[in-house]
């Protein structure tokens, strides 16, 4: 906590000056984000740090493996479909990022069954929201032996789960059909900071700045 503090401190001694008019006109005007970015909890991805954006470019849903419910998953496992309805309808977003990342807790929580639902029960109902996931995992890649792999692959389907399940949100379709909207999967390599874009047409990953060379994961 104190590192937090000494934090604000920092900020406000240091960096405030020149955020200072941005923020009071984000209060006058309010905020008008361009992206709902949905991402991971996981401390290590930052969608500010990693897109370059300023304090009201992008609205931001943090959760547990970035897992995006269809829209009838109702209750405590859907606060997320929230967020969609109101970024999409009230602060009329032009584009849906979904970006999964390497090494995520809670794939490999997902891919080896590791969540003790009497432990943590909140948890081990969220996690099998992604259900599918795992079974595309067993359909579709059986040829991966370690688990590094496969939690890598359970992260990559995941995006494209969530992209499927934006889908089922009426607000979203009708955005969609008008052509107001755009929906983007993306990926996040923690060890080489490199982000990817699905491509529907090679249906891979690849780099999302063209050019970039891939190094080892």
């Known amino acids: 906590m104190q590192k937090l503090i000494a934090g604000v401190h920092e900020f406000r001694l240091k960096e405030f000056g020149r955020y200072r008019a941005l923020f009071r006109r984000l209060s006058r005007e309010g905020q008008n984000p361009h992206t709902l970015f949905i991402t991971c909890s996981d401390s290590r991805v930052l969608a500010e740090l990693i897109t370059k954006s300023e304090p ?23 606060s997320t479909a929230a967020a969609i309805e109101f970024a999409v309808n009230q602060l009329h977003v032009s584009d849906i990022v979904i970006c999964g990342h390497t090494q995520c807790g809670a794939m490999r929580a997902l891919v080896d069954r590791s969540v003790d639902p009497a432990e943590m029960p909140h948890l081990a109902r969220w996690i099998e929201v992604a259900a599918p996931v795992r079974r595309v ?46 929906l983007h999967a993306w990926f996040f390599n923690i060890s080489t900071v490199e982000l990817f874009a699905y491509d529907p047409n090679t249906q891979q990953f690849a780099p999302l700045v063209a050019g970039e060379e891939q190094e080892p994961a």
Do not use: M, W
Not at 56 to 78: W, Y
Not at 138 to 162: C, K, P, S
């Open 56 to 78: 009201g470019d992008l609205f931001v849903v943090k959760n547990a493996g970035n897992i995006v419910p269809s829209a009838n998953v109702k209750g405590d496992t859907n």
């Open 137 to 182: 995992l067993d359909e579709r890649y059986q040829h991966l032996n370690g688990i590094e792999d496969r939690v890598t692959a359970a992260a990559e389907e995941n995006v494209l789960f969530g992209v499927d399940n934006l889908h089922t949100y009426p607000c979203v379709e009708r955005r969609l059909e008008k052509g107001t909207l755009q």
